[in-house]
DNA sequence: AACTGTGAAGCCATTCACAGCT
DNA sequence: AGCTGTGAATGGCTTCACAGTT
């Protein structure tokens, strides 16, 4: 009811390879959502590596500090063209510019926050998503007690304003921390308004457009998830 | 790296099927982590479905609410044991319970919240996890100025009485949620004082012994994936 | 010598298809 | 007839292994 049949287009010529590659975001071609999670944590640990000085990196040394293997590693970057320089390794800075650039976070994205309860209030007091491509510039809210007031520094404006919001602002992401009762209603005004992807905090399955892009953060499953480790009587433990 | 190899033990007689099964948590022989998310979104639907008086559900209905097929839904509840009836369905009621159990939360689990910054705090606000099994009894924090503090109903205490609290309060489960700089080290804590799994909201990789899971929620990293998904030109939408 | 890029092999997860109950 | 339980087939992801480059 969600996760639909692909459309499964045919694509992606493959024109064959340039050697050191030109700018970032060269091929594409249905890349699985595994690789595109492993990605975001080569970003984020490069991002560290940058901070701390480092100018190359290997495959090896970047799965080390993410519990992975290095064939993993090079297989990833593979898929979106030829990063590294053999012999040597990658570039940090270098690799970390192609990757925000396959993210599309080379620029800033805006991000609605709809439901401004306790977790949404909580996330826009945090400052940390600037740093990654990500700035909360708008919060919306149903309660008239809410409406009007300043939570880290977005003020928090009515549902209706949602539409003119997305257009002026440039907002394609939503944040949606809505109560359950209230989520697919929310998630279809959020969706004709012009969003094109949802990150769900509601324990809730939505249902959406084929184009528009959910995903699910129920807190409560990865508690689940983490206690039925804790009970498992064998059985393998998680990364990380 | 993680997912160590597994025993991959021959077992399970197949003792031919007892019509209803006697009591949950049967056989077992290391599932993968995939099909136990679905377990949670099966344990999230049914006890939506319970609590609108259904009595049965065919694996299809629960497929098709969640986006899946009936025949993963059938295998992945088959790893644990027959909890259907040919030419019925399965019992809602009866389901809930054994998965609950699966997970353990048929009995309530105490959690610690460690760090309580405007994260931390909206956690402990949040009245939904009680309902699935979940408690947040106990929280903690290094800063002088949060120490005595209550929040949802609980008073932040000083890391040091974590490792009393933990054998105190049986806590196996933490909700970590502290500055990137200190989370190694107070990850360190968290495991020394023997607490067993750790959700882990800090946007880095922690270190800790085999025997402790860790769940990573990095919530910039499922951002990325949103503008990933946005910013592409072809390739498949997400579930949910 | 060090390290990437990548076909091929191996492994794991999903889907198929049908036997077996109700 | 309806629906589960499960081997067998399929498909996809990961690992291997090595050619190719610095």
Redesign the interface.
């Known amino acids: 009811?969600?996760?639909?049949a692909?459309p499964g287009?045919r694509?992606?010529a493959r024109h064959h390879a340039k050697p050191p590659a030109p700018i970032a975001q060269p091929r594409?071609?249905?890349?699985s959502?595994l690789t595109?999670?492993r990605?975001?944590?080569y970003?984020?640990?490069l991002e560290q590596l940058a901070e701390d000085g480092r100018a190359t990196v290997s495959s090896q040394q970047l799965?080390d500090?993410?519990?992975?293997?290095a064939a993993q590693v090079r297989k990833d970057l593979g898929y979106f063209g030829q990063f590294g320089r053999r012999g040597v390794g990658y570039h940090v800075d270098d690799l970390v510019r192609r990757l925000r650039g396959?993210?599309?976070?080379d620029e800033v994205?805006n991000?609605a926050v709809v439901g401004v309860g306790?977790?949404g209030?909580?996330?826009l007091?945090?400052k940390?998503?600037l740093k990654?491509?990500?700035r909360l510039a708008a919060a919306f809210d149903s309660a008239p007690g809410k409406i009007g007031r300043t939570f880290g520094g977005v003020t928090v404006r009515a549902m209706a304003h949602l539409p003119s919001a997305v257009k002026r602002q440039r907002l394609?992401?939503a944040i949606l921390a809505v109560p359950?009762e209230a989520a697919q209603e929310v998630a279809d005004a959020i969706c004709d308004a012009g969003i094109?992807?949802?990150?769900?905090f509601v324990?809730?399955?939505?249902t959406v457009a084929?184009?528009?892009?959910?995903?699910?953060?129920?807190?409560?499953?990865?508690?689940?998830?983490?206690?039925?480790?804790?009970?498992?009587?064998?059985?393998?433990?998680?990364?990380?």
């Open positions: 009811m969600s996760g639909e692909i287009g694509r992606h594409r071609a249905s890349i959502p595109v999670k990605l975001s944590l970003l984020r640990c799965a500090a993410l519990g992975l293997t396959i993210f599309g976070t994205w991000v306790s977790l209030r909580a996330l007091g945090y940390g998503f990654k491509g990500f394609r992401l359950v094109k992807a949802i990150l769900n324990p809730a399955t939505l084929e184009d528009i892009a959910v995903i699910p953060v129920d807190l409560a499953v990865q508690l689940e998830q983490l206690s039925y480790l804790v009970n498992a009587p064998a059985g393998g433990r998680r990364a990380r």
